[in-house]
């Protein structure tokens, strides 16, 4: 009972100055956890995966990484350490490394859309544009309001002349977010290559009317 009470005060120690911003002092405490003779795999793991994401907020992201695989050794079906590496690989533009990553999370949590919308962008960076619908595609089906998917693969269908596809999409991601002036002007291009000139220039114009209200809101703020 000692013990246990013991590891309680290490994980209440760390969530308090994890939620409190105290980094420095949040990460001792994950590592006395990890480190503490009767910690089990499970919170090891747990341990490992909140010290790489302590680390990676302090850009410390080698020293993450390392982390982050200590729990996938403590914990191979963590599928959180593997979408962490894989975004990180992902940083690093090392894009087949983070393919193997997020579908190694996906493996263990298929329900991930965020992690299907980051696969397909990987696939975006790599040229494998039918892979990449079908990946945002499959994003959409998990969150049929997921608006960066639709953009994405309407983006995506105009690589591959898909023009009408396109358009349902990217008018689907406006539909979501009325204020999102790169899809009225990603819509206002695909027109334009319709030759629908008037279309063109009416969602060019309301592209670029947002666009500008958008700068004048952020220097207002900044002020």
């Not at 949040?26 to 790489?52: C, F, M, P, T, V």
């Not at 039918?130 to 959409?140: E, G, L, R, V, W």
């Not at 819509?187 to 000139?197: F, I, T």
Request: net charge neutral; charged share 25%.
């Amino acid at each position: 009972m000692e013990i246990d009470s013991v590891l309680s005060d290490l994980m209440v120690k760390a969530y308090t100055h994890q939620k409190q911003g105290e980094l420095s002092l949040a990460i001792q405490s994950w590592n006395a956890l990890a480190n503490y003779k009767s910690s089990d795999h499970e919170l090891r793991a747990n341990a490992h995966l909140n010290l790489g994401n302590l680390h990676l907020q302090q850009g410390n992201n080698d020293i993450a990484y390392e982390f982050m695989a200590k729990a996938i050794s403590a914990n191979p079906n963590s599928a959180e350490a593997f979408y962490c590496l894989a975004y990180m690989e992902q940083e690093k533009e090392n894009f087949v490394e983070a393919i193997k990553f997020f579908e190694s999370a996906l493996k263990l949590n298929s329900n991930d859309a965020g992690a299907f919308n980051n696969l397909a962008n990987c696939y975006v960076s790599l040229n494998k544009t039918h892979k990449t619908i079908k990946n945002y595609t499959q994003a959409i089906s998990i969150d049929s309001k997921y608006i960066a998917a639709y953009y994405n693969r309407g983006n995506a269908y105009t690589k591959i002349a898909e023009n009408k596809l396109a358009l349902k999409d990217l008018t689907k991601a406006i539909e979501l977010d009325k204020k999102f002036y790169q899809a009225y002007y990603n819509c206002g291009s695909v027109y334009n290559r319709l030759g629908k000139n008037r279309l063109a220039e009416k969602d060019l114009e309301k592209a670029k009317a947002l666009a500008k209200a958008e700068i004048e809101e952020t220097t207002k703020q900044r002020d």
